[in-house]
Each structure stands twice: as C-alpha cells, then as structure tokens.
C-alpha cells in the first residue's frame, strides 16, 4: 500500500522582519509516514507559519524542511488548505479545484465537490458562496491533487455539527483508503480527538512542543468512550500550558 | 431612458427660440440623412473612426506593456516616474503641434499625437493596478507549483483586466475628444476636418448632424460593444446596484 512522505522538520530559527522575537528557535519535529497529526496551540503561536514553512510557501528561515528527503519545494504538489479559503474570485467553484491540478478534470472536480457536500455548487463564484462554502471548496480543491501530503490550516471551522460529522468522516475514509501523511492545525481538541493519531502542542516564544501526545486507536475504531478520553487528555494539556 | 427627454427638450427649445443658429432635431436629422446620403459624412466618419482605432489599439498595447513594468520593476519606476507625471500634464494641444511641425500634417503625426496622450494614462492606470496584486494569491500559485503559464493565466490575467478595461474605458472618451480636435488642427478629412470648415460658413445644422453622428457611434460602441465586454469578463464580481 502507497504510504505518504516522511517529514523532517528542523527550524533553527523564524523571525519575521522587524519582529523584536523568534517565532520559532530549535524547533525539531519528525513525521512519521502516513501519520495524522493535529497541531494544536494557542491563537499567535506560529502554527499557520510552521505550516506554510513545511508547504514551501514560507522559506525565509535558517533550517530545513524535508519531504520525504526532499526540500520543501522541490517535493510534489502538496494538498494544501490556507487558513482563508483563498478562492481565485474569477473562477467558479469547478474552476477553483481545476485550478489546482492541471490535470484534473472537470468530472473530478464535480465528484470532490459532491463529497464535501457542494454538489450543486459547481457553476457558483466565490462571491455567491458562504464563508462556510468556500471553505468546503477550499478543502476539495487540496483533496483533488490526490496529494501523498496533506497540510491544512484550520480545514473544519465555520461548518454546522452535522456537516463537521460528515466531513471528519470523509477526512477518516480518504486517511484509511490512500495513507497521505497528513499535518493539520485546530483549534478544537474534537477535530484532533477524531482523527488524529498523534497531537502537537505549541506553546511558548519561541514557539516549542509543550505536550506530544499519541493517540494510538486508529480512527475509524474510536467509540464515543475513546473520543471523549481524548479530548480531555488533550485539554487537560492544553489548559496546564495556560498556566 | 434619458436621451428621448435630452431630444424633447431640444425640439421644444428650437420651437421658441426661432433662429437659423438653433436648429431643431428634425432638420438636423435632414441634413445628417442628406450627408450620409449624398454627402461625405460616410468617408469623415469612417476616417475619424479609423484614426481613433489604430490610436486606441496602439496605445493600450502600449500602455499596458509599459505599465506592467512600472509596476513590477523597481527601477523602471524609479527611473521613469517623472517621465510619466509629465506626459500624464502635457497639453494635448502642444503634443500635435510639435509634431505636426516634426513629422509634417500627416497621417502618422496625427496617429502618433493621439497615442502619446493617450499612452501616459493607461500606464497610470496598469501601474496602480499591478501594484495592487495579491500576494496571497502568488503563494496559491506557489503551493499548488503552479507552471508560469498557469500563473500568467489563472492568477496574473485576471487580476490586471479590471485595470485594463477601465484605461480602455477612460482612455476611450479621451481618444473621442482629442481625435477631433487634432483633425481641427490639421488633416485632409474626417469629422473634425469637415466641422471646423463648416464653422468657418457659420453651418450650425451641419456641424451638429456631424456630432450627432459621431455620438451616436460613439453610443453604438458603448451600449453595443463595451458595455456587455465588461459585463461579461467581470462576470465574477458581485453585482452593485
Ligand atoms: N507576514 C507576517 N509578518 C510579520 N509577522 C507575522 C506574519 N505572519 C505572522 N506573523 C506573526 O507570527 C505569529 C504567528 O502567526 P501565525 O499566523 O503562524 O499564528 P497561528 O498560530 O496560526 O495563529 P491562529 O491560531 O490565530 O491562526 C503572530 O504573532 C503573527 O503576528
Ligand atoms: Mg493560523
């Protein structure tokens, strides 16, 4: 079975210009293939940044990024969502997703589409969509790609609890199908109790891994009993950070 | 719609005001039908028409070339920005003058003076517009390695057309203006050739069914051309009213 890329990620330092601070100084965090892993950590601590360094966007930094004994950029198309949906606004939503695969075509993108929901979507600009919407577009175009890495930043917010149940069960079948490794960040410790096997606390400037937790039943076995024993150990290490 | 209230006034106007200065409508239509017909409105319009499009081509192209590299090299801009602020406060006038005396009363001073005006304003205009691009959008296609052409097609193109179609838009009814008053200046036809003659005859109705003519035109070209072009290619922005 196909597994997805190893990460080695070594940060010797981020610093934004004119930031009086490193975001991050000696960050080491190794991926292992295949594995989900939720970033977690409060709202400012650098997970947008550490994720966009990992996606090649970012590369104004001492240290490397390796995908699979690849650097960053030269290692394949990630699936990538922004923490914004970052919809093309002349594009309709079919168009948007094509965008991002040149050889995706347009049934493709309408049966990715279909899966997050938007199946009657398709002929729609961004502006005639909701936030929500976009949101789903967003995550079907970095679907599409058919990526063996998928990065996504903050992928489940503004979506209503049935649709959130939905997509986290898309998300687990699309994890046990294909194995991508997968890094996402969230804020919500459900997103990270579901479908995560292994949780990243950020915390601290510079940014480091205050708690890295593993959370070895695989996803699609979790009872109810499992997601809540999760969730409140990952609490539990998020509130003894706060401290 | 405005334009039928705009005439009525007019009728009425000429109805009071009995003179051989203030024409009504209706003899203005006669004598446009008369010109068209028999006369040479046909051959001015179509040169003045013709003028206007090879300066109107050129200058966009132009412009917008010279505008993207304003807005994306550093040093052109730097280099050249004075340049720009003059020809953007030339006097229309001097520009064909001086090169009516250069390039002698031709066709090709004539083109060439309506382009240089011209040409100041589109790069204004493409230069704001390439500096306003999103950068969001460039890691879009940097995530998703997008190919140069992709970019150029997907993200680039589409961003500059709104700018483009305005410099087309403002840069239009300059080019209707200035193109008349250089034939005034000096040319062997055309619509601003045959008004300035008749002005020297006091032809009050022919000057304005030449006008109405050319606006009507200029009308056709708005509603009938411009307009549904911009509806259609900025399709994607939502609808203001
Ligand atoms: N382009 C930038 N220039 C300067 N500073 C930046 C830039 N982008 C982010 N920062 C700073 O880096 C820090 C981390 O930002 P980042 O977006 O990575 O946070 P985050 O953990 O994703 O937060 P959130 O949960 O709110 O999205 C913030 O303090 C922010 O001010
Ligand atoms: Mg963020």
Known sequence: ?243 | MSLPLLLTIWQVLSMIIVNRLFPSPIMVAQVMWDAATEGRLLGDLGKTLWRAAMSFVIAMALGTAIGIAFGRVRWVDRLFSGWLLVGLNLPAIVIAIVLYIWLGLNELSLILAVILNKVPLVIATVREGVRSFSDDLDELGTVFRMSALRRLRLIFIPQLTPFVLAAARTGLSLIWKIVLVFEVLGSDGGIGYRISIMFQFFNISGILAYTTAFILVVLAFEYGIMRPLERRILRWRPVRN
């Open chain 1, 1 to 243: 079975m196909a597994t997805g890329p190893e990460l080695k990620i070594d940060i010797a330092e981020k610093r934004f210009p004119g930031a009086p601070d490193a975001l991050f100084a000696g960050l080491r965090l190794d991926i292992a293939p295949s594995s989900v892993v939720a970033l977690v950590g409060p709202s400012g601590i650098g997970k947008s940044t550490l994720l966009r360094m990992i996606a090649g966007i970012d590369t104004d930094f001492s240290g490397s990024v390796e995908i699979g004994g690849q650097a960053a950029r030269a290692a394949p198309t990630p699936g990538f969502v922004f923490q914004d949906p970052r919809l093309l606004p002349w594009l309709t939503a079919i168009d948007n997703i094509r965008a991002a695969d040149p050889d995706c075509t347009h049934e493709q993108a309408m049966e990715v589409l279909g899966r997050v929901g938007l199946a009657g979507a398709g002929a729609l600009y961004p502006y005639q969509l909701s936030g929500g919407m976009q949101r789903r577009v967003a995550l079907a175009r970095a679907l599409v790609v058919n990526a063996r890495l998928l990065l996504l930043d903050e992928p489940f917010v503004s979506l209503d609890r049935t649709l959130v149940g939905e997509i986290h069960a898309l998300f687990a079948r699309l994890v046990a199908e294909s194995r991508p490794t997968v890094v996402f960040v969230s804020h919500l410790t459900e997103d990270a109790a579901a479908l995560a096997d292994r949780a990243v606390l950020l915390g601290h400037r510079p940014a480091c891994i205050v708690a890295d937790m593993s959370l070895p039943i695989a996803g699609a076995e979790r009872d109810q009993a499992t997601l809540e024993r999760y969730r409140a150990m990952l609490d539990g290490a998020l509130e003894s950070d706060g401290d």
